[in-house]
């Protein structure tokens, strides 16, 4: 029952790449709007606001910050153990590193195209404040993700497979990363996998409620 996680870079056509290999596989996928489901389902609101702020060293010592973190952590860990799902940021490369059944892509792109793509997708004239949008979104997903698990979060090393979205178009890259997920076929995984994750009863009854099951 594998699993996919996408990190992205903003304007890498992350969001429309996970919904082409989802459907394409027929699997779960869960997005920044399906985790912050499953995290206000659990008790923990304020989810969004933490993950857009740059976290203070005085952060690292917030209660109720550490605890929404580690609901997080917990939440990922329960999607994934329930395979067949694609997991859209958050995290998730950094959550599930180094389980046999987990494929962690990562989606990058020079940054003056990125800038044209921002440009192009909201609506932005200047292409000063664009780039200013870029560095901004780079540098809050790297606070992000570095402060809570050691691993860059641009670090190409921790991912399984990085594709230029510069060079290579969204249907070509959903493609590339479809392929590898079937070619993995029945065979058994070398090393641990999702279904051995520990059991969280909890999150378990959390997760049916927002997949309506």
């Known amino acids: 029952m594998p699993v996919v996680t996408i990190s992205r870079e903003l304007g890498c056509s992350g969001d429309r790449i996970g919904r082409a290999v989802a459907d394409e596989l027929g699997y779960a996928f869960v997005d920044k709007q399906t985790i912050e489901a499953v995290l206000r389902a659990s008790g923990v609101p304020q989810f969004g606001q933490i993950y857009e702020s740059y976290p203070s060293f ?3 010592f917030d209660q109720a910050r550490a605890a929404a973190l580690d609901m997080l952590d917990r939440a990922i860990r329960a999607l994934a153990r329930r395979g067949n799902t ?24 020079a940054r003056a195209i990125r800038v044209h793509r921002v440009m192009a997708t909201q609506g932005i004239t200047d292409e000063h404040e664009a780039d200013e949008v870029v560095g901004r979104n780079d540098r809050m997903r790297a606070a992000f993700v570095e402060s809570l698990y050691p691993v860059r ?8 497979l990085v594709i230029d979205t510069g060079k290579v ?8 990363i479809v392929a590898v997920v079937r070619s993995w076929g029945q065979a058994p995984f070398e090393g641990d996998t999702t279904a051995d994750l520990e059991e969280d009863p909890i999150l378990d009854e959390y997760l049916m409620k927002v997949f309506g099951e």
């Open 58 to 60: 005085w952060d690292r």
């Open 86 to 109: 694609v997991i859209l940021g958050r995290g998730g490369f950094a959550v599930l590193t180094g389980l046999a059944d987990v494929l962690n892509v990562r989606l990058r792109a």
């Open 153 to 160: 979060w641009n670090d190409l090393d921790a991912f399984d």
């Open 169 to 176: 178009p969204p249907d070509l890259a959903s493609g590339w």
